[in-house]
């Protein structure tokens, strides 16, 4: 079946460390991938997409390329703030219908201190 | 700037109570989700509607229903509510066709006793 899986959290880094929050997935056909982060007491909102292998989704510094021979879409930031903390959510897309639904990881929780 | 609305914020039922969670949504989109949010869980996908007329199961329909009253509003139902039902919801919408960015609403925090 179609799946996405984070890396588990939460993740907690010093300000201005480097981030990895490792997404693999597995799906039929070529879906598109996404970030979504949720900060406290919010819904998700989009932070960045790639639609095809090798695309880079880029957005807030934050990076992540959509590589199909590993079938992983890895988040990375080089330098995180106290702001970036939030829960950070993987996600494919797939095309049903007229529309189309999101398959999320788990989520990965960052916690940035100061 | 509305977005997507969802009443209400907060709710506490019984065991057995039944109630309507409403969304609505003013960005003229096609298609429209409910996910419940567990922790450790991520969100997972009661139901959707990917256009004003047709709706659809998804990974954990049960115990719920939806009616997709017009193009603006999308309510999700728990006829017989139970603990396991206790979560966090949260409504979506999306253009629909190959236009896959989804829009939230804040979330409903539903706690069953």
């Known amino acids: 079946g179609n799946s996405v899986t984070q890396m588990e959290g939460p993740v907690t880094l010093s300000e201005e460390a480097f981030l990895t929050i490792n997404c693999t997935y597995t799906?039929?056909?070529?879906?598109?991938l996404f970030w979504y982060v949720q900060y406290p007491g919010e819904g998700l909102q989009l932070l960045l997409k790639?639609?095809?292998?090798?695309d880079k989704g880029s957005n807030k510094g934050f990076e992540a390329t959509y590589r199909k021979e590993t079938t992983s879409f890895h988040l990375e930031k080089g330098s995180v703030q106290v702001s970036d903390s939030a829960v950070y959510f993987c996600?494919?897309?797939?095309?049903?219908?007229?529309?189309?639904?999101?398959?999320f990881g788990q989520g990965t929780e960052l916690s940035v201190k100061p | 700037n509305a977005g997507v609305t969802q009443t209400p914020k907060f709710q506490v039922l019984k065991t057995g109570q039944s109630m309507t969670l409403q969304c609505a949504q003013d960005m003229n989109h096609n298609s429209m989700y409910w996910y419940r949010q567990d922790p450790g869980m991520g969100l997972r996908l009661i139901y959707y509607s990917a256009s004003e007329g047709t709706t659809d199961k998804g990974e954990v329909p049960n115990g719920y229903n939806v009616s997709r009253l017009n193009k603006r509003e999308f309510s999700l139902r728990l006829e017989s509510a139970a603990p396991s039902q206790t979560s966090v919801y949260f409504c979506a919408s999306s253009p629909g066709g190959f236009r896959e960015k989804l829009f939230f609403g804040s979330g409903t925090q539903l706690s069953v006793l």
């Open positions: 799906a039929t056909g070529y879906p598109s």
């Open positions: 790639a639609t095809k292998a090798d």
């Open positions: 996600a494919l897309f797939l095309i049903y219908n007229q529309g189309g639904k999101l398959i």
